[in-house]
């Protein structure tokens, strides 16, 4: 998960369709994935929860939050599923889940610094 966060922030494409699932590729893919990456300042990535996923295990769950600027911040909160083979995970497909908001006293999520409630937490 952490590399396929740090290959979007890089803009690396070709890394991002190599470990996506052969069986969920599909045309249009490149481009899709080069306007995000063109449009999107990525601000950070928290991991919340994991399930299996380590070097024995042939599945694995990670529930992240990866915060943005597109160009007001944001989240993709999802719970996202990935598949061992060949010694390769491969992420395969993922559920969206409702955004989280922080705490008040929480850092605010866009980076700037300040707690969330003088950012933006209104």
Known sequence: ???RYTAYYQGDI???IATHHPTQRYGGQRAAIGQSVATTTWLGLRVIATEAGQAAD???VVEFIAYYADPRPGQVHE???FVRQKQRWFYVDGDALPPVEP???DPCWCGSGQKYKACHGC
Do not use: A, C, F
């Open 1 to 3: 998960m952490r590399s």
């Open 14 to 16: 070709d890394y991002l």
């Open 58 to 60: 042939s599945k694995g």
């Open 79 to 81: 719970r996202s599923r």
């Open 103 to 105: 705490k008040r006293s």
